[in-house]
């Protein structure tokens, strides 16, 4: 069973900054698509951005393009999310997500089949 843990929410003041990541259990992190979504309060979950199993394909939701960098480092099992120029609508519990053996890039839900337990990113105006 593979899981996945994120960390690094927290509070910040609009226009700052935080890093997430999220560790998996396993030993073929390498050959996983990976994926960052998130869910404000009554709202559904979205998606924020996707990784392919190398690092060499990136997408983004039009919302985070060019305040937001997803990367990973296979050798610590981690992926991680850079959110820069933070707004308070990018208040939300972010959610990574998952999936062995997938060419490409998921964009959707059902593109993942493995879900952290989510880490809360609150801004403040």
């Known amino acids: 069973q593979v899981q996945l843990v994120e960390s690094g929410g927290g509070l910040v003041q609009a226009g700052g900054s935080l890093r997430l990541s999220c560790a998996a259990s396993?030993?073929?992190?390498?050959?996983?698509?990976m994926g960052w979504f998130r869910q404000a309060p009554g709202k559904e979950r979205e998606f924020v951005a996707a990784?392919?199993?190398?690092?060499?394909?990136?997408d983004y939701a039009d919302s985070v393009k060019g305040r937001f960098t997803i990367s990973r480092d296979n050798a610590k099992n981690t992926v991680y999310l850079q959110m820069n120029s933070l707004k308070p609508e990018d208040t939300a519990v972010y959610y990574c997500?998952?999936?062995?053996?997938?060419?490409?890039?998921?964009?959707?839900?059902?593109?993942?089949?493995?879900w952290g337990q989510g880490t809360q990113v609150t801004v403040s105006s």
């Open positions: 990784i392919n199993w190398s690092g060499g394909r990136t």
């Open positions: 997500a998952g999936r062995m053996g997938a060419y490409g890039l998921g964009l959707t839900l059902v593109d993942y089949d493995y």
């Open positions: 396993g030993r073929t992190f390498s050959t996983y698509r």
